[in-house]
């Protein structure tokens, strides 16, 4: 997690991904290592034609090999051809494999990490940086072994010749690797700088976008706009310092090119006034000079940019090392016959701060309907995550059903379990794909079934389409109330034994409330329910309420005494009803 | 019809790599095969007195052509000049040369040089041992 990457252990990092194309990547490379070669001998030929016309009249020798020039020309727009299909083809491929490997640990991260990350952070990570990953793999990896080896070429063919052109050129190669490195250090940094604040505004963009109405609402338009002009102008300044250090690297590695350039000049007129140079090889040091100059160039910039990249890969390297699920440790599959609960003495905390459960102790007998009532931060949430796998007790256990939820699978505890939230996952496709997330091979009767049994049937059936019916961005929209009465079909589908309902209903008004809880008498039967409420409505629904407070149980009992004996149960809601009016 | 083309092109030539084998094949023999068929003299370039009809130079040196090449300064002009006979002596190479050679005697007071094709040699050997250089 804390490892810092480096150029090396990027591509060691990266080698998993290029393993599985490992025969498009080494065709690639072939097709790319060609071509550089042609690249070499191509102003070679070139050479022998000038000075075999020039200075010999050599036609037969020129037409031969004006041929071989033809030929090595064709031959390397094939060659970019087939390289050029298979990059496209891994650049397709080769991020998508990272995408899923990212996704897949999105989905399977620690639930800690993920209440405390960042959206516009995920998003990047997910969409742009594994692009980045793609380009490195190619570029700073590919190119850069070319280039290498063109550049070895070029020397060996410029020392053959004149070794005074050789030694000059030479001097290129060590400045402009100095000038690369000195700059590289400060370009990673600032490449840090922009991948942090491009994250933080996408995450607050994400935000305000979701809370546009809001902003509106409040007349807040003017704050939000200065707060987007801020976090453009950070980012614009980091743009504007990465640009010039970019530019200023570049620049002296230009400048030093033009002193040797001139040096090269020099040199190569006073051959040729010596009756030591012809024009043929005057052409291919100025050609070679030329090509010298730019694979120089493009290694330092490579140099550069890589830095820039290794950040990106960074964050992805750190995402797909983040603690998650697959360290859950249980092996057992849960089986859940009557539903009985048992939290034994369990303690737990966030990291780096106060303990959420303390010592913790409550039994849910089979089928029993119990609220938990608490101030915000009471830990009711928390208990609800630990009991469907997000959290491991730090101390104590759970069980269901005299099993330990610690050695039972992840699958088969939430296979058990059902949670309807107040915020419903409902996704731009059909009712019946949004229907089915949590059993994917339910029946069209079983579906209808469970439509009815939610009440929400009949107003699935007023639609032409019916279940097919689009809903989201394309479709149609759904109220609060029918959103919640499609979660309950989902759990009908579903059918776990035991139901957690998480503050389900606090955002709906009073009369759709009442009607969802009508629905929930029908769904709770037969099952184990938790019920953690803010409404004192939605606790009379049940048999038991225990109130939570500093992550210990202060009192339990039937809501119907509660409501008379119980001043912490009186307090509660008289403060929660109050601020519900407001 | 469109998409059995995509995966026909996908297949030929981005899965199966035997067109693209066959291509770098082909380009590589081609090539190789007109660099060995293609044939060129290497040449020594040197100094030279100009005697009469006859050109010397140091050295025991052959012409395997049976020409050689004068000049002053070889990016101006230089003269095609076909032997007839070559004799040696004193370690010195003397060209006798054919023909009405006039400009010879307009160069008889300047520094000249002269390119004399010693041996014939491959484009192979020439791009890959001499780095494309003419001279020996």
């Known amino acids: 997690m804390n490892n810092k990457l480096n150029y090396f252990t990027s591509i060691k990092f990266l080698s998993k991904y290029i393993k599985k194309y490992k025969k498009n990547f080494i065709l690639f490379y072939v097709g790319e290592l060609f071509n550089a070669l042609l690249k070499v001998y191509i102003p070679i030929t070139f050479a022998i034609m000038i000075d075999e016309i020039v200075y010999y009249k050599n036609i037969s020798v020129f037409l031969n090999v004006s041929l071989i020039f033809i030929v090595m020309l064709l031959f390397s727009c094939a060659l970019y051809y087939f390289s050029e299909n298979q990059h496209c083809y891994l650049s397709i491929l080769y991020a998508f494999d990272i995408k899923k490997d990212v996704f897949d640990n999105l989905q399977m991260a620690d639930a800690e990490y993920m209440s405390n990350a960042n959206t516009g952070d995920i998003i990047n990570t997910v969409q742009s940086y594994t692009k980045e990953c793609m380009h490195f793999v190619i570029r700073n990896i590919f190119h850069m072994i070319n280039n290498i080896l063109i550049l070895i070429f070029l020397v060996v063919y410029i020392f053959l010749l004149g070794w005074q052109i050789g030694l000059l050129m030479m001097i290129i190669v060590p400045l402009s690797v100095f000038v690369s490195v000195k700059f590289g250090k400060k370009t990673k940094k600032y490449a840090n700088e922009q991948r942090q604040n491009y994250a933080e505004y996408s995450g607050w963009l994400y935000e305000m976008l979701s809370g546009l109405r809001d902003i509106r609402m409040l007349g807040a338009q003017d704050t939000a706009k200065n707060l987007f002009v801020n976090h453009q102008k950070k980012i614009i300044k980091v743009n504007v310092k990465t640009g010039l250090l970019s530019m200023t690297a570049q620049n002296i590695i230009t400048v030093i090119n033009l002193f040797i350039q001139l040096s090269i000049f020099g040199v190569v007129a006073f051959m040729a006034y010596q009756n030591n140079m012809t024009v043929g090889s005057l052409t291919l040091i100025l050609a070679y000079f030329a090509n010298m100059t730019k694979y120089v160039g493009f290694l330092s910039g490579m140099y550069l940019e890589a830095q820039n990249r290794i950040s990106y890969i960074q964050r992805i390297y750190d995402f797909i090392n983040v603690p998650n699920e697959k360290n859950w440790y249980g092996k057992d599959k849960l089986n859940v016959t009557n539903g009985k609960i048992s939290f034994k003495n369990v303690d737990f905390a966030y990291k780096n701060s106060n303990p959420v459960l303390s010592d913790f102790s409550l039994d849910i007998n089979a089928d029993e309907k119990i609220a938990l009532v608490g101030k915000s931060g009471s830990g009711k949430t928390s208990f609800a995550y630990m009991l469907i796998g997000f959290f491991r007790p730090q101390k104590g256990f759970i069980e269901i059903d005299g099993q330990r939820l610690n050695d039972c699978t992840l699958a088969s505890i939430r296979e058990n379990i059902g949670i309807v939230q107040q915020d419903t996952l409902l996704f731009d496709g059909t009712i019946k794909e949004n229907l089915i997330l949590g059993k994917r091979q339910a029946t069209d009767d079983e579906i209808i079934k469970a439509c009815k049994r939610a009440g929400i049937f009949d107003f699935i059936d007023s639609f032409p389409q019916k279940t097919n019916t689009l809903i989201g961005k394309d479709g149609i929209g759904l109220s609060g109330g029918q959103k919640q009465r499609l979660t309950i079909a989902r759990i009908y589908l579903k059918n776990p034994k035991i139901i957690i309902f998480d503050e389900a209903t606090s955002s709906l008004d009073s009369e759709t409330e009442e009607n969802i809880h009508k629905a929930w008498e029908d769904v709770l039967v037969g099952r184990t329910s938790i019920v953690i409420a803010h409404r004192q409505s939605s606790v009379m629904l049940c048999k038991k309420a225990a109130i939570l407070e500093n992550g210990r149980i202060i009192e339990i009992g039937l809501p119907e005494e509660m409501i008379h004996t119980s001043e912490a149960f009186k307090t509660l809601f008289a403060i929660k009803e109050a601020n519900h009016h407001d | ?136």
Do not use: W
């Not at chain 2, 297949?11 to 023999?29: D, E, H, M, N």
């Open chain 2, 1 to 136: 019809m469109k998409k059995r083309f995509i995966n026909f092109y996908v297949k030929y030539t981005i899965k199966i790599p035997i067109l693209f084998f066959a291509v770098i094949l082909f380009g590589v023999i081609t090539i190789v095969s007109l660099y060995l068929l293609t044939k060129t003299s290497v040449i020594i370039s040197s100094d030279c007195v100009i005697n009469n009809c006859s050109i010397i130079v140091d050295g025991r040196i052959e012409s395997h052509t049976g020409f050689i090449y004068i000049y002053s300064d070889r990016n101006e002009q230089i003269y095609s000049v076909e032997v007839y006979e070559t004799s040696y002596e004193n370690n010195k190479t003397i060209f006798l040369v054919k023909g009405n050679h006039e400009f010879i005697f307009d160069m008889d007071k300047k520094e000249i040089k002269v390119d004399i094709p010693i041996r014939e040699i491959t484009i192979l050997e020439r791009v890959f041992l001499k780095g494309g250089k003419i001279n020996e």
